[in-house]
T-cell receptor, first 111, second 118 residues
Framework: GESVGLHLPTLSVQEGDNSIINCAYSNSASDYFIWYKQESGKGPQFIIDIRSNMDKRQGQRVTVLLNKTVKHLSLQIAATQPGDSAVYFCAEITGFQKLVFGTGTRLLVSP | GAVVSQHPSRVICKSGTSVKIECRSLDFQATTMFWYRQFPKKSLMLMATSNEGSKATYEQGVEKDKFLINHASLTLSTLTVTSAHPEDSSFYIC??????????????FGPGTRLTVL
């Protein structure tokens, strides 16, 4: 399943499913994007990044897709596990070298 | 990877008092540290950028006299919430930039501090 939302939407999946989390970013001049995972009561944890001169990047079980035409970013998690349950944020680096975070998506993985 | 710690992890204080939160880079020197604020079920909002040895740069709408930031060394930045009020209750997260990190402008995040003002 996939999720698009404006304010902390929730994506519920079964263990083993593939998850797709979407994000719309705001600044067409941003040249670097990062996905973070945040577990309850903790700080954000880096997952994967992508530069604006790329449209796809793969990591271990995760893939990030970038569509600059529509300013859209997605995170795909393969074979989702209960330990993947968290809130996921996309973030963009602006021209001022600041991180601007998106609204976030809560991923719930049931066994 | 680089480790950033925060202290305390949780703090409860009375309205009108001041609270200091520490952010430390444990295994690297951070020339730049950042302070974020996060309300429940919301995203992280940058409050200020702190450069070692100079004044912090605050984001629009953040009161610099209320949120005092000191970055006196390459491994420590502090955020003091002065005359705290219940509306200051939030999750405060710091991050530190490691200038030697291979990733572009990578920030390493602390575990956050939960502030509750009664």
């Amino acid at each position: 399943g996939e999720s698009v939302g404006l304010h902390l939407p929730t994506l519920s999946v079964q263990e083993g499913d593939n998850s797709i989390i979407n994000c719309a970013y705001s600044n067409s001049a941003s040249d670097y994007f990062i996905w973070y995972k945040q577990e309850s009561g903790k700080g954000p944890q880096f997952i994967i990044d992508i530069r604006s001169n790329m449209d796809k990047r793969q990591g271990q079980r995760v893939t990030v897709l970038l569509n600059k035409t529509v300013k859209h970013l997605s995170l795909q998690i393969a074979a989702t596990q209960p330990g993947d349950s968290a809130v996921y944020f996309c973030a963009e680096i602006t021209g001022f070298q600041k991180l601007v975070f998106g609204t976030g998506t809560r991923l719930l993985v049931s066994p | 990877g680089a480790v950033v710690s925060q202290h305390p992890s949780r703090v409860i204080c009375k309205s009108g008092t001041s609270v200091k939160i520490e952010c430390r880079s444990l295994d690297f020197q951070a020339t730049t540290m950042f302070w974020y604020r996060q309300f429940p079920k919301k995203s992280l909002m940058l409050m200020a950028t702190s450069n070692e040895g100079s004044k912090a740069t605050y984001e629009q709408g953040v009161e610099k006299d209320k949120f005092l930031i000191n970055h006196a060394s390459l491994t420590l930045s502090t955020l003091t919430v002065t005359s705290a009020h219940p509306e200051d209750s939030s999750f405060y997260i710091c991050s530190a930039r490691d200038p030697t990190a291979t990733r572009h402008n990578e920030q390493f995040f602390g575990p956050g501090t939960r502030l509750t003002v009664l």
